[in-house]
């Protein structure tokens, strides 16, 4: 895969949002054809500590964002999110988007994981601490 609009999004976009596509990228599996939608807990973004309707609100504003991509060799634009559903009594969020974002959201599993196994900083090896 050459270019992920995705992956170029979710650089762009706020820690709120990325945890957000990265639970629903961690979900998403390319076997999953027929898969339609996909239901997500609160807890599966890491965002519990937070007001549930803070969460469903981000989602609907990721909903309004979309990307551009090639469909029969036409540009379109594809929405993030088609449609969210809160269900309260359980915390879950049904999530649904087009088939299309399927090899993106892998792609930027794959990704993401590869950089969170980097180290964040290297140790300075010359730095010395006595003891008094």
Excluded: W
Excluded at 29 to 57: C, G, M, Q, V, W
Excluded at 93 to 120: C, G, H, I, M, R
């Amino acid at each position: 895969m050459l270019e992920n609009p995705v992956m170029n999004l979710f650089d762009q976009l706020s820690l709120f949002d990325r945890k957000i596509l990265k639970g629903i990228s961690r979900r998403v599996r390319i076997e999953d054809k027929n898969t339609k939608a996909y239901t997500f807990k609160l807890i599966d973004f890491e965002l519990d500590h937070l007001n549930p309707s803070d969460i469903t609100e981000r989602l609907k504003r990721l909903a309004k964002m979309g990307i551009m991509t090639h469909i029969d060799g036409q540009e379109a634009r594809v929405p993030l999110l088609t449609h969210i559903q809160y269900r309260d009594p359980d915390k879950t969020v049904t999530l649904t988007f087009n088939s299309l974002l399927k090899p993106y959201y892998v792609d930027l599993q794959e990704k993401v994981q590869a950089s969170s196994t980097a180290p964040l900083f290297k140790p300075n090896r010359s730095i010395r601490i006595k003891k008094s």
